[in-house]
């Protein structure tokens, strides 16, 4: 194994304790530093971490021994702080959504093709072995031919454990674009791109209140759609059926159905690396737990930087993400048109991954 990859991380809120605790098990990847707008919370990030410096994000997008920058900013800051990074000459790696916006999410992928550099972006639990198990259940014809798959999140809202909820109620946020790329990143993956979708959605209240912390009782505006349904043709011919809500109290639907002629499978939480992928064959009595096959083992958020040691495009790549944000303006556009959409953009069905440990991967 050669040198390990260099990274630093620009923006330290709740979703970075994940992503540190990956680095630091992954001996292919090394943090430099760390940076946020509020230095204190940067400083508790870094604390646990020998060696690990902080920055101010200034200094870490131009530090010449940081080779990818880790965005883990707000999705309105997205496409800045990548842009940024982009013309210091770095890498990124980017949570979801790419950008706030589809506009946006272009600029950063033509300015990293103009600058020679690569994108990747969130979700990555893609590469787990629930999600992969599935594929290659799908692949090896364990179900037959895919007619059709259903995709169902349905919440109360972030905002009754969520501190500072007010980004999930903008636009970039709403339950399409915060937990949508998680699912529509799994069906792409198991079932290949999407070229058409049909869309409805609605919004219950136009305020929430946030239910925890010190700005708990406090009311917050909601300009973006709170429930969103929709079909998804993707290319092959399957149709995907998509609920994502934040208006709902609970559900008992399975987060992914996938069903084809001879067989159905259940996927698990695509907002996970594992879990348990469950079969029917046509004249079974019972569903039957399929062995994990495939996927990076116990992984966490972070480990498709494993793709950057390498020159290939990353599996969890800003093509894919794009994709998926296209997806999801396309099925908003839809449900406010009245009118199908077709999809403009397309993507690779992203390369499958072997079973292992992806501390063990160069």
């Keep these: 194994m050669g040198q390990p990859l260099t990274v630093g991380i620009v923006g330290c809120g709740a979703i970075s304790a994940q992503y540190l605790t990956t680095i630091a098990r992954l001996p292919q990847v090394r943090l430099v530093a760390v940076a946020d707008l509020d230095p204190e919370r940067a400083r508790a990030a870094a604390e646990p971490y020998e060696g690990v410096e902080v920055l101010d994000v200034a200094e870490l997008l131009t530090d010449p021994r940081i080779q990818v920058v880790i965005n883990l900013t707000i ?18 790696y980017c949570e979801k959504p790419l950008a706030a916006t589809g506009e946006d999410a272009r600029r950063v992928l033509e300015a990293a093709g103009q600058a020679g550099v690569r994108v990747g972006c969130a979700p990555d639990t893609v590469l787990g072995t629930g999600i992969q198990t599935a594929r290659v259940a799908i692949d090896e014809g364990l179900i037959g031919r895919p007619i059709a798959a259903t995709a169902t999140m349905m919440t109360p809202g972030h905002e009754r454990w969520h501190p500072d909820p007010d980004f999930y109620y903008v636009p970039g946020g709403g339950p399409l674009l915060d937990m949508g790329p998680y699912y529509i990143s799994s069906l792409i993956t198991m079932l290949g791109p999407v070229a058409t979708v049909i869309g409805a959605a609605s919004r219950t209240r136009a305020k ?33 059926t998509l609920v994502m809500s934040f208006d709902a109290v609970a559900t008992r639907a399975p987060n992914i159905e996938v069903h084809g002629e001879r067989g159905s499978l259940v996927v ?16 079974d009595q019972a569903a039957r737990e399929l062995p994990v096959s495939a996927g990076y083992a116990e992984a966490g958020r972070g480990v498709g930087l494993i793709d950057f040691l390498s020159e290939r495009e990353p599996r969890a790549g800003g093509a894919m993400a794009f994709h998926v944000l296209d997806v999801m303006e396309s099925l908003l556009a839809s449900a406010h048109s009245g ?17 292992g440990d992806p501390a063990t991967r160069e």
């Design 268 to 283: 698990p939480d695509p907002n996970r690396f594992d879990g348990p992928v469950l079969l029917t064959r046509l004249g």
């Design 208 to 240: 929430r209140t946030i239910g925890s912390g010190p700005r708990q009782g406090e009311a917050i505006p909601v300009t973006v759609d709170t429930h969103v349904t929709g079909v998804l043709v993707h290319e092959s011919g399957v149709l995907s």
């Design 339 to 355: 009118r199908s959409v077709d999809v403009e953009s397309t993507c690779e069905r992203p390369a499958a991954v072997a079973f």
């Design 75 to 92: 999705p309105a800051a997205h496409a800045e702080i990548a842009l940024r990074a982009i013309a210091a000459g770095k890498d990124v």
